[in-house]
C-alpha cells in the first residue's frame, strides 16, 4: 500500500559524465519518465494541500508533492514545460543571495576538487580570521571534497567564496557550468505561477544550526523579504538548507509566520507528522520505473 511523500530534486540537467557527487541531478529524459510516471500512479498536489492533510490527521496513501531546492536555472528551462505536459504542480525552495550570480558555491567547490589536473597534496587558505588547511589524501577525490564541503560550510559566505575562489586559483580552474547557473531574478518571477510556486530556502544556504538565533531569522526573513518583493505575494512555505535544523532552528521558523517547513529526513509522511520538520525523499537520476520502485522500497517503508 502506498505511502504519502513529498519528492525532492534539484538541478534537472544532463551531467554528460561530468562528476556529481550528491546526486543532485536529473536527466530531462529521466525526470519526464518520472513524472510520467508519478502522476499515473500517484495523486500529485501542491505540499500546502499534503501539509494541509496533515494538520487534518489524515493524509491520502496516493498523495505525492514534488519540491526542488536552491534555484537552478534548468528549473524553468527544462522542469516547467515537462511538469505543465503532465499537471504537476511542484514547489521551489530559493535561495536568493545566488539570483544573478553565475554558479553556486557547492558546484564550483566539487568542480575544483573533482577536475582540477593535478590537485595539489595540500590547500592551505588564510582568510581574515583564520587559515584553513586542506590535505588530500588518497585518490578518493570525493571524499576529499567532501571533506572540505563540511567546513567550509560552515564559514561566513564571504570567506566561503573567498576559500573556494582561492582554491580554484591555485589549481588554474575557473571556469562556471553554464548548465548549473541559478536563475537570474527575471527568470525566478518567470517561474513563479501557475504550476510552480516559489517558498523560502534562506538568502546565504548557511547550516543554520551554526548561527544565533538572530542569524538564523535574518537569514529567514532577508530571503522571504526579497521573494515577496520579487514575486508581489506572502511567502509561506520553506525548505532548510541541506536539511539541518534543532529545536532553535524550529523555533526561527515559526516566529517568522511560516505555515510549512520541509527537511531531508527520507521518508513518507505521516499524518502525525510536525509541518514545520516534513520529510522528503530525494530522486536520484532513475526512470519512471526506477523511481516506482523505489518508493516502494523497505528503506522508507519499512
Not at 593535478?118 to 576529499?144: H, M, N, S, W, Y
Not at 518567470?190 to 538568502?203: C, K, P, R, Y
Not at 527520507?266 to 516506482?292: E, H, Y
Request: with cysteine; hydrophobic share 40%.
Amino acid at each position: 500500500m502506498p505511502l504519502p511523500i513529498i519528492l525532492m530534486y534539484h538541478s534537472v540537467d544532463d551531467r554528460n559524465g561530468r562528476s556529481d557527487v550528491w546526486g543532485n541531478s536529473v536527466s530531462p529524459g529521466n525526470f519526464a519518465s518520472q513524472i510520467e510516471a508519478l502522476v499515473s500512479e500517484r495523486t500529485v498536489v501542491p505540499v500546502e494541500e499534503l501539509t494541509r492533510c496533515v494538520r487534518a490527521g489524515r493524509v491520502p496513501g496516493t498523495y505525492a508533492a514534488i519540491t526542488f531546492d536552491d534555484g537552478y536555472a534548468n528549473n524553468l528551462a527544462f522542469a516547467k514545460p515537462i511538469l505543465e505536459q503532465y499537471g504537476a504542480p511542484a514547489t521551489l525552495f530559493l535561495m536568493t543571495s545566488t539570483l544573478d550570480r553565475p554558479g553556486f558555491w557547492w558546484d564550483r567547490l566539487e568542480h575544483i576538487v573533482l577536475e582540477a589536473e593535478p590537485l595539489p597534496a595540500k590547500f592551505c587558505i588564510t582568510l581574515p580570521d583564520q587559515t584553513l588547511e586542506f590535505t588530500v589524501e588518497g585518490d578518493d577525490r570525493a571524499q576529499t571534497m567532501i571533506a572540505i564541503w563540511r567546513r567550509v560550510r560552515l564559514l561566513d559566505p564571504d570567506h566561503r567564496d573567498m576559500a573556494i575562489a582561492h582554491m580554484g586559483n591555485m589549481v588554474g580552474v575557473q571556469s562556471e557550468n553554464p548548465a548549473l547557473r541559478p536563475l537570474t531574478t527575471r527568470e525566478a518571477q518567470q517561474l513563479d505561477g501557475g504550476i510552480f510556486s516559489v517558498g523560502a530556502h534562506t538568502h546565504s544556504h548557511p547550516s543554520l544550526p551554526a548561527l544565533s538565533p538572530p542569524e538564523q531569522k535574518r537569514e529567514i526573513v532577508d530571503n522571504m523579504a526579497i521573494c515577496e518583493r520579487l514575486l508581489n505575494r506572502p511567502i509561506t512555505k520553506f525548505a532548510y538548507p541541506f536539511g539541518d535544523y534543532d529545536d532553535r532552528v524550529r523555533a526561527s521558523v515559526a516566529e517568522t509566520g511560516l505555515a510549512l517547513a520541509c527537511t531531508t529526513v527520507p521518508r513518507p509522511v505521516q499524518s502525525g507528522d510536525d509541518c514545520l520538520a516534513l520529510p522528503r525523499i530525494q530522486a536520484g537520476n532513475w526512470t519512471g520505473d526506477q523511481l516506482i520502485r523505489s518508493l516502494g522500497a523497505e528503506t522508507y517503508y519499512g
